[in-house]
């Protein structure tokens, strides 16, 4: 990150140090714990220092206003917690670029003539509670706020405590329709996570279309006993079941085209060396080219899940987690941002597999994502990169925007 360091990027390497997770490489920030609480200050001083007035809205959103709130107001931003081991781009890099195009045209003497806010959503990688674009769901009324209030982290503290705790009322979690009101159009600036820039040979996009996506938790479970004890033909051994099950998930996604399945987190219940496991969480995130086609691959993934586990005298029980449907981004927006950025030639319109929060504020608000090129395509990985060369052709396009709408 150390190219990082002077220019326009400085803010990325501001905060290059804060939540490394040595473990696992890259980085680990999550809501309200100690990283994101200093990230959250950080990007308080940051926008205090740019004359931006910084409020948190009643579900742990960040707000920072150029001006008066709203109404009809201009919003960028993105996000700053991250997943497991993650990488320095994705989230950080549309908060720094939505701070460094304020710093631009404030020091051309520019003056918006409609608000102007930079907007940081809570805990949209879901890396804490389990529910992807939390904030963004809870602003516009996506998530029930008892459902939401009763979500629990790893250590089984509730959203509502963890809300408490970090200094908002958890009774006023929820729909907050005065805040999303404010909002006249959002824009999102995201590295890109894939390739399609790279092999288009351009360094920006703007976003045409994310794919349905949606996380279930699927529950195996067998009869726990004791590793030694237990003959290998009297076991009903949920973990065993679990990897079959995994290679069905894979097996039946590779039946979808352009389907997506993974299951990239399991929890072993009780976890013993020396124990065969009594249930297995395995979540699985799956994703496809519409919202019917995301729901047969989720039907098929059920049923091959159960025949997998039968082998081993186990069930399987699938629940939904979250559920975002595919989102088509304005046509006419994405349209206007391109000509504006330069015509069609320069600036291709990329669908993507990410989900964001901009994805969800679509269905309420005017939206509209630029995509960075990445090189590698690689995300939610330490590897995940972008030249400094490429980050600077963001922050101009969002400045060339900014300046054709403020
Ligand atoms: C968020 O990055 C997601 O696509 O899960
Ligand atoms: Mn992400
Ligand atoms: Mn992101």
Redesign the pocket.
Known sequence: MSELAHGTLAGLAEIADTGRDARRGGYSRHLWQKADLELRAWFAERAGRLGLSVETDRNGNLWAWWGEPGPDAVVTGSHLDS?PGGGAY?GPLGVVSALEAVARLQASGFTPSRPYAVLVFAE???SRFGI??LGSRLLTGGIDADRARALVDADGITLADAARRAGLDPAHLGADPNALARIGLFIELHVE?GRGLVDLGRPVAVASSILA?GRWRLTVTGQGNHAGATLMGDRRDPLVAAARAIVAVQEEALKHPGARATVGRLEVVPGGTNVIASSVHAWL?ARAHSDAATRDLVSAIEAAASAAVAVNGCSVAVTGESWTGTVTFDPDLVGRFRAVLGGDALIPALPT????DAGVLAASVPSAMLFVRNPTGV??SPEEFAEVADCVAGIDALEILLRSLL
Request: charged letters at 25%; glycine letters at 18%.
């Open positions: 997943v994705d949209e990688e879901g992807a674009c996570q996506h995130d597999g990410a989900g964001h995300s939610h």
